[in-house]
């Protein structure tokens, strides 16, 4: 996701960038606990740590501070929709641990500015329409939207910085569990990033799969499958309706 920063107010440094390669200050809720231990053990875990130590060091400014948040606000078991971003925005201020959703007092990015369009136009709802007021998503995590990342840091200015570093493997390994465990659940892959993942997803669970272009401005109109239009919003509720949650 790239945007520049427009933040307008970005606080302590402390509370917006990584202080910290201890994957002990970033807390999840129970039920990821132990996909996160088994990764950061692993030898892709420890070399990412080494490396987000390194660009530490190195005075790097890094965001999100909390890498791992989306786990600590949505529990396994609590999700029931996922949406899928790329790495988090590089602009000082905005990334806040989950996709797409940028702390309180900043400005709208225009791919957040999208999906809200697209949320009013299928849901009929007011503009901005959920959260109010701004683009933080917090809200929707706590309601059972994982907001996945697959790359979960990055360095000011620079957009896919920490990419292929290591997070993939954690991030595929969160959307396969999710998408293997018994309860249907809705899938939003927009953009061919995204629709990558479709693999970890399987066919015989019941799950509800939608892609479409990414709503970045760039893509969010063109074909095949314009962001725009798209109706993945009420298709979401007419599922999440259907199951019963």
Known sequence: MNHASQSLNTGDSAQTQLTSADPAQWPVAPGWQALVDAFFAGSTGQGLLQFLQQRLDAGA?????????????TPPEEVRVVILGQDPYHGRGQAEGLAFSVASGVRLPPSLQNIFKEMQRDLGTSF?????????????????????????????????????????????????HVAEQGRPTVFMLWGSHAQSKRVFIPRDRGHLVLTSNHPSPLSALRPPVPFIGNGHFGKAREFRLRHGY
């Open 128 to 176: 901005p329409p959920f959260p109010l007021p701004g683009g933080s998503l917090v809200s929707w995590a706590e309601h059972g939207v994982l907001l996945l990342n697959t790359c979960l840091t990055v360095e000011e200015g620079q957009a896919a910085s920490h990419a292929k570093r290591g997070w993939e493997e954690l991030t595929d390994a969160i959307i396969r």
């Open 61 to 73: 400014v890094i965001f999100p501070p909390k890498p791992l948040r989306a786990l600590a606000l």
